[in-house]
């Protein structure tokens, strides 16, 4: 079975600062994405930046980055010059493929709150 | 709108009762999931529609809950004999089917909060 994991439910960050929040997942399979989403207190998830597994280098997204070390199923989110915009919810989720579906797993989330 | 739309947005309603909740998915998206936020939780699947084939039930909790997607586009989800456990965040997402247009990213609706007293 697929399973994602995010062990920090709250972290805090002083603006301007980096922050990095952790991600693991189990899976079988070879081909799948990894993504990153964030919601707000509006509540609508946003993606923030996503992963192939096939591709090795890590995905940038302006002060989005990732850390995916596919051999240990990590799959971490760096957040650099953290704003105040940033406090949020954040949501690591894998999809694969099977039988004609796609299947997005999500973990629990981290809440992530920027400090003036 | 160009977005997923969900409504209502807040929805109070008595144990035993039923609801409907209704998501209209961006236009051209072949691909609808319904998922369930529980506070301080992750997001459960209930069911996914990908085009005209069967869709996929595996997540609904219970034969309480069911779904339906007319013509390709609106879905709606039903809660038949509402519990107090079945209060959350009902959130819909739509996306691109299988092919070469699917970057595998959702777009979610803002969600539906049913609280059943």
């Known amino acids: 079975a697929q399973t994602v994991t995010q062990s920090q439910p709250e972290m805090s960050v002083q603006e301007a600062e980096t922050v990095t929040l952790s991600c693991t997942y189990d899976?079988?399979?070879?081909?799948?994405?990894l993504f990153w989403y964030k919601q707000p207190p509006s509540r609508q998830m946003i993606l923030v930046i996503r992963?192939?597994?096939?591709?090795?280098q890590n995905a940038t997204e302006n002060r989005f980055s990732v850390n995916f070390q596919k051999a240990a199923k990590s799959f971490s989110l760096k957040i650099s010059d953290s704003q105040l915009g940033d406090t949020a919810m954040y949501f690591c989720a894998f999809r694969f493929y099977p039988s004609g579906t796609y299947k997005y797993i999500f973990g629990t989330g981290t809440r992530l709150k920027v400090l003036a | 709108g160009a977005g997923v739309s969900q409504s209502p947005s807040n929805k109070v309603t008595e144990k035993g009762k039923d609801v409907e909740l209704r998501c209209d998915p961006i236009?051209?998206?072949?691909?609808l999931y319904w998922y369930r936020q529980s506070l301080g939780q992750g997001l459960e699947f209930l069911i996914y529609f990908q085009g005209n084939s069967a869709p996929d039930k595996s997540g609904l909790p219970s034969d309480r809950f069911s779904a339906e997607r007319t013509g390709g586009s609106v879905s709606t989800l039903t809660i038949q004999r509402t519990q107090q456990e079945d209060s959350a965040v009902y959130l819909c997402?739509?996306?691109f089917g299988a092919g070469a247009t699917n970057t595998g990213e959702l777009f979610f609706g803002e969600g539906s909060r049913l609280t059943v007293l």
């Open positions: 997402a739509s996306s």
């Open positions: 236009s051209g998206h072949t691909a």
């Open positions: 992963q192939e597994a096939y591709k090795q």
């Open positions: 899976t079988s399979e070879n081909n799948y994405y």
